[in-house]
């Protein structure tokens, strides 16, 4: 089901998944970003933590290329998002915890028109799109208009949507809202296999235990510059504490006491 | 003033409505223009007519006559029908636009104070809506020294309260039989035949012929004698105290106010339970829509999916279908133009004829594009996902813009071939309908203003488009007055052109200057409305 991308190890001859460089977001003179610079390697899982507030959206819209930051520069894959917007945007999917979906439109149009988007060849990707709809128990909906789905069910068009067209970086936030146990764990072993398969996750959650869990790397947002970044094991030794709650706490506090 | 009272209430409902209204307009603007209004059209006529207020103030001491009191009846039953069918739309906006009726209805408070509140809202909007076009005139009337028109006033209040309970129980009964859902599309369309009502009025002469006319001119009369005979309705009738309270007349005046207001009353208590459970049956009825079930094939291509997704989109909501599509049955006159044998006492002359109806299809296709543009590229529900697609959203408005354009062309294909063959087709014609469509469509693509669909036709989504609406409109006139121009050979079409085209050409130009000043992709963020 999850898509595979071939070339997928990480080498010093592939350039980063994602690379930010100094990237600086005021919102009517107030900073939301500063200064942040963050390089996450292909076939890495990378969750951004922080407390509300701390610019971690901010951020995933930027790359997103739905914000543009006032300085900096951001990279997918080797390609400038604000000089090569098309090809840095094709291996991307970016997934908002408020689903981009059409109240009017029923799963699979939903999908014919983001292939659409993405110049995806409608033959396969028609068969991918039945296949996805199918593994996230949305085929039974499929003549239901998107305007009666639950929050849950929106969620995971949502991620249908953004697998359809077979990313190689996915950006989510908050991707576990309003997803019962039994759509959260699927989802949870889809980014697992996404990323064993050589894609690239970078995720925001206030669930800690998720990012405990699949996290390769742990970045840690305050007032929108970037306060600790390393694994588990490395952020654990730094604060001296045990469970990843207590050292989000801890650095947190210590940023802003 | 004590917490939780139907007063209480009203306080708090007309402390939000006035935000509303002020929200983007300074509340001096609107105080200043309610008074110029108001006040200061009258004051202006009074100065040209204040020759005639001796001759004016003699009409107080005036003894209606069955007739005159028939014809102003009839006016108070057209009145009332058109604040009927706005009052049926404010009904639904106001009882079951959700906003803050959760909380209120979630609240300790009665769910009598609360309808009586929503109720009272609509009578007030219905009062303001006629009141600011017909109160000048009354005040103008005082000033000549007709002091008795004043009593156009408490009519109108009555009126209002008299649609507003009407509107009410036949907006619940609806509910209660359609849901809310199509009873807003029901009351749309009927909204919108009222509208074209005034339209088929003053095209009669043209949809039915002289003669037919004249034989329903010949049956009014007799209708009118026939009354006038009738020794029941007399001059003194309680049939025409309705009537009679426009002159000011006490005892009428207090009796229709009365009445009307026994009426209110007694439609908020008889329809309150039916406002909650047309509330409650809204989130239950209205959640699964579900389709024909048919196989999607994936078509391919940029264009095709986005012309798939837009019409499929509009198609698929009644509402917007009636609040836009609708706008084709001001045709229907045309029609009768066509199937109506010419020669049969027709009023215009050929040349005439096909300009006028020339005017009216630039018009219409021009306003019918305007809206569907708007819908395609303003309302986008989800401006996120063009916005971080590989194509980028300067290209995929574009797209929708022809995705829009194309159909109507051809829908108004068949007219032009109706115009072919009825002789009426003008060459200019065509041009300007293609300048004034495109031209429609451009405007909506170089200022679209972000507006998410769920709330394109709630209250307030029109906030901030009263210079884009009359950039539209002038465009409008500019194509229809290059029209009458190129035909008649004056010099006035080029005005006429300059206007089409320098509109939309200055649009484009700031338009360009906006895009230099902040990015296409630094829009706020809108959440999809699914």
């Known amino acids: 089901m999850i898509q595979t991308v071939s070339n997928s190890l990480q080498t010093d001859t592939h350039p980063p998944a994602l690379e930010l460089r100094d990237i600086t977001k005021r919102f009517s003179g107030k900073k939301a970003v500063e200064s942040l610079s963050l390089n996450v390697r292909q076939g890495e899982l990378y969750a951004l933590l922080g407390s509300n507030g ?106 249908a949507g953004a697998l359809v067209h077979e990313p190689r970086l996915m950006i989510l936030d908050e991707p576990l809202t309003g997803l019962d146990a039994g759509a959260a764990r699927q989802v949870k072993d889809l980014l697992v296999s996404f990323v064993a398969g050589g894609g690239t996750v970078i995720l925001t959650t206030h669930i800690l235990e998720v990012a405990e869990r699949l996290a390769q790397r742990i970045g840690i947002l305050s007032s929108g510059q970037l306060i600790a970044e390393g694994t588990l094991e490395e952020l654990r030794t730094r604060s001296g504490e045990n469970s990843l709650e207590d050292v989000f706490l801890e650095l947190t506090q210590e940023a802003h006491p | 003033m004590k917490t939780g009272s139907l007063l209480w209430l009203i306080r708090w409902q007309l402390r939000l409505g006035w935000r509303d209204a002020t929200a983007k307009t300074k509340p001096w603007v609107w105080i200043v223009l309610g008074l110029l209004f108001v006040l200061g059209i009258p004051l202006l006529l009074y100065i040209p007519l204040r ?6 103030s003699s009409l107080n001491g005036l003894e209606p006559d069955v007739g005159l009191l028939l014809g102003a009846s009839g006016g108070l039953i057209f009145l009332l029908t058109l604040m009927l069918s706005s009052a049926v739309v404010g009904t639904l906006r106001s009882l079951f636009e959700r906003g803050d009726l959760d909380l209120l209805l979630s609240s300790p408070l009665k769910s009598k ?206 509402l917007l279908i009636s609040q836009t599509l609708l706008q084709l049955l001001y045709l229907v006159p045309a029609f009768f133009v066509f199937l109506r044998p010419r020669g049969d006492g027709a009023t215009l002359s050929s040349g005439l004829l096909a300009l006028s109806l020339n005017a009216a299809l630039i018009f219409i296709s021009g306003t019918l594009v305007s809206n569907l543009a708007r819908i395609a590229i303003s309302a986008e529900d989800a401006p996120d996902l063009l916005r971080m697609s590989p194509r980028g959203e300067t290209r995929l408005n574009t797209l929708k813009m022809w995705a829009i354009v194309l159909p109507i062309f051809a829908l108004f294909a068949l007219f032009y071939g109706l ?68 035909e008649f050979r004056s010099p006035w079409s080029l005005a006429g052109l300059a206007l089409g085209l320098g509109i939309p050409l200055i649009a484009f130009l700031s338009s360009g200057r906006r895009r230099g000043k902040t990015s296409p992709r630094a829009g706020a963020s809108r959440s999809a409305r699914a």
């Open chain 1, 54 to 159: 701390a610019g971690k959206t901010t951020t995933l819209r930027m790359i997103a290329g739905l914000l543009e930051p006032d300085s900096g520069q951001i990279s997918i894959l080797g390609f400038d998002v604000a000089l090569e917007p098309e090809s840095a945007k094709s291996p991307l999917a970016y997934l908002p915890d408020d689903p981009l979906l059409y109240a009017k439109l029923r799963p699979m149009e939903y999908l014919e028109f983001v292939a659409g988007l993405w110049g995806l060849e409608p033959r396969t990707s028609e068969k991918k799109a039945r296949e996805l709809l199918e593994w996230l128990d949305l085929w039974k909906n499929k003549d239901e208009l998107t305007e009666g789905f639950s929050r849950g069910m929106k969620q995971k068009l949502a991620l």
């Open chain 2, 51 to 56: 020759d005639l207020s001796g001759r004016i």
């Open chain 2, 113 to 318: 104070t609360i309808f009586a509140a929503r109720a009272l809202g609509v009578v007030v909007s219905q009062f303001l809506g006629t009141a600011t076009f017909i109160v000048p005139i009354a005040i103008l009337g005082f000033l000549l020294g007709f002091w008795r028109l004043l009593g156009v006033i408490p009519t109108l209040v009555s009126l209002s309260l008299l649609a507003s309970s009407l509107g009410i129980l036949l907006t619940l009964g609806l509910v209660r039989v359609l849901g809310v859902g199509r009873a807003r599309t029901v009351a749309q369309i009927f909204s919108a035949v009222v509208g074209a009502l005034f339209f088929l009025i003053f095209q009669a002469q043209n949809i039915l012929g002289r003669g037919a006319l004249s034989e329903l001119g010949a049956g009014l009369n007799s209708f009118v004698n026939s009354i006038r005979e009738n020794p029941n309705f007399g001059a003194s009738s309680a049939l025409w105290y309705p009537a009679r309270s426009l002159f000011l007349e006490p005892l009428p005046t207090v009796l229709f106010l009365g009445l009307s207001s026994l009426i209110f009353a007694w439609t908020v208590n008889f329809t309150r339970r039916s406002f909650l459970r047309g509330v409650q049956n809204e989130v239950k009825g209205d959640r699964r829509t579900r389709t024909s079930s048919k196989i999607v094939h994936f078509s391919g291509g940029l264009f095709s999916s986005l012309y798939r997704k837009e019409w499929r989109s509009i198609l698929r909501d009644p």
């Open chain 2, 419 to 486: 115009l072919v063959w009825q002789g009426l087709f003008l060459a200019f014609g065509l041009l300007a309908f293609l300048g004034a469509t495109l031209t429609s469509a451009a405007l909506e693509l170089w200022f679209p203003r972000p507006t998410p669909r769920a709330d394109l036709l709630k209250r307030g989504a029109q906030n901030g488009r009263f210079w884009l609406g009359l950039a539209h409109f002038l465009t409008l006139a500019g194509w229809v007055g290059a029209l009458y121009g190129l």
